[in-house]
């Protein structure tokens, strides 16, 4: 019988339907989406277009920063823009899109998240830090995101491995929700939502598929998607960008060993990653803990996603964990 699932933090209701008997094979798609060396590679070391705009003093062996040449958020050094909405035609709230947009490039072009090495994953997320922290001080950014697009179905229109942060002048929405519901937990509650989280999957033990000293990633009870993994820090840890870099070390270590589970079991599917944290603006949280959520995209959302922002997933948590532990 298909089951409503309340995701703990958000309140936000899931469908878990299983389809009969599915088995990861009906997932893999013959879209083979690992990346081919594209012809005219705008992140190409040599890509003429790009490498003038290169932050070169983020460069490592892996991996080089470019700001985006489409940004969503565009940098002002100029100012602070204000933080009050104008009415358009005395109607409609809008103000500019300010902050910053980066492109996080692995430089083997050929490499992919499935591919990548533990070097490789290490450089990546510290690499990142270290833009956090610079966007944590630009007076435009309110919150930063590191998101990652695997393959066309998730949105990779190039194929070249790269991240992107997203430095917004605003608190996005799913952040406003994640943060009401932990602080709504901790007063009813009195504890971290996030530290409950891992107490009772470690107890429950059914969806944990991997483990190390400072990391744990399981399948998330009110997933969205079918596969869908959460990666969270053991330890108390408000912000990303104040992990020690022998955590960022660990991290990498689990995302391969992750990466590794999806591989075998659904061939490299498209997927996302994202990285939620706290605003710039909030110091530290009792109730709060940064953490990744990786989304396969086996599938795409039907009119009553859309219409109602209930998703149906039709692959129980439990048993994505036992084929995702092998
Ligand atoms: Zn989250």
């Given amino acids: 019988m298909p089951q409503l699932r309340q995701n703990i933090i958000t309140g936000e209701w899931v469908v878990i339907a299983p389809e009969r ?6 997932f893999i798609s013959a879209e083979v989406v690992k990346p081919e060396s594209e012809v005219n590679d705008p992140f190409s070391l040599d890509g003429v277009p790009y490498r003038k705009e290169r932050h070169k003093e983020y460069d490592t062996k892996h991996i080089y920063v470019i700001p985006n040449k489409y940004p969503v958020f565009l940098e002002d050094p100029s100012s602070c823009s204000p933080r009050t909405y104008r009415l358009e035609s005395n109607f409609y709230a809008a103000r500019p899109s300010t902050g910053g947009h980066d492109v996080v490039i692995v430089k083997e072009a050929d490499d992919s998240i499935y591919t990548f090495s533990i070097e490789q994953w290490y450089e990546l997320f510290s690499v990142s830090k270290r833009r956090f922290k610079y966007w944590r001080k630009d007076c435009n950014a309110e919150h930063t995101m590191l998101i990652y697009n695997h393959g066309p179905k998730a949105g990779a229109s190039i194929a070249h491995p790269h991240a992107q942060i997203f430095a917004a002048n605003i608190i996005p929405n799913q ?17 971290n939502v996030f530290e409950d989280l891992i107490f009772h999957e470690k107890k429950e033990k059914d969806r944990i598929i991997a483990e190390n000293d400072e990391f744990i990633a ?4 009110a997933a969205r998607f079918p596969f869908e993994v959460w990666v969270l820090p053991k330890e108390p840890s408000a912000h990303f960008e104040d992990t020690p870099e022998t955590f960022i070390h660990s991290l990498g270590q689990i995302m391969k060993d992750v990466m590794s589970r999806y591989a075998r079991v659904l061939k490299q599917p498209a997927l996302n990653f994202f990285l939620h944290d706290l605003p710039d603006s909030v110091e530290a949280s009792e109730f709060f803990r940064w953490h990744i959520e990786i989304t396969p995209r086996l ?27 092998g």
């Fill in 21 to 26: 008997s599915k088995r990861p094979s009906d």
């Fill in 175 to 191: 952040i406003v929700r994640e943060m009401n519901g932990a602080e709504q937990y901790f007063n009813n509650n009195g504890k």
């Fill in 218 to 221: 399981f399948t998330f009870y």
């Fill in 299 to 325: 599938g795409t959302y039907g009119g009553y996603e859309l219409g109602s922002g209930v998703v149906v997933d039709v692959m129980s948590p439990e048993n994505a964990a036992e084929f995702l532990r």
